[in-house]
């Protein structure tokens, strides 16, 4: 019995981490191709702040557009570290991306939370 518990708690964090990574991923692909309106439907605005002010989705343009004219438009990017947690209900998630602009890298950290909606990027430290 044990080990029927153990392969059902293997399946749902495999699950999980398939579900929250899709997420990353599909969060990245959009803001590699410029599309900041679908990439801001990944995020939770709730707890995100910019500058101080709640996020918006004008906000996050406005802030990804003028990083883009700082640092270069996202040439490339790589999941580098990723963790999955369950406490209590709550499903979150961790990743390291690396990212890379004009040929300069740097890590950005995301956090995750799975909603009812589905997973919800929660927290995230650059663009």
Known sequence: ?????GAIVAAVVITNHNSAMAIATQYYDAVKSQDYASAFTYLDPQGITVGGHSLTQSRYIQAARTIDAQKGVVSSYSIASTAINSTNGVNTAAFTVSVTRREQSYAVHLQ?????SGWKIVSIDNI
Do not use: W
């Open 1 to 5: 019995m044990v080990l029927v518990g």
């Open 112 to 116: 995750l939370r799975q909603e009812d």
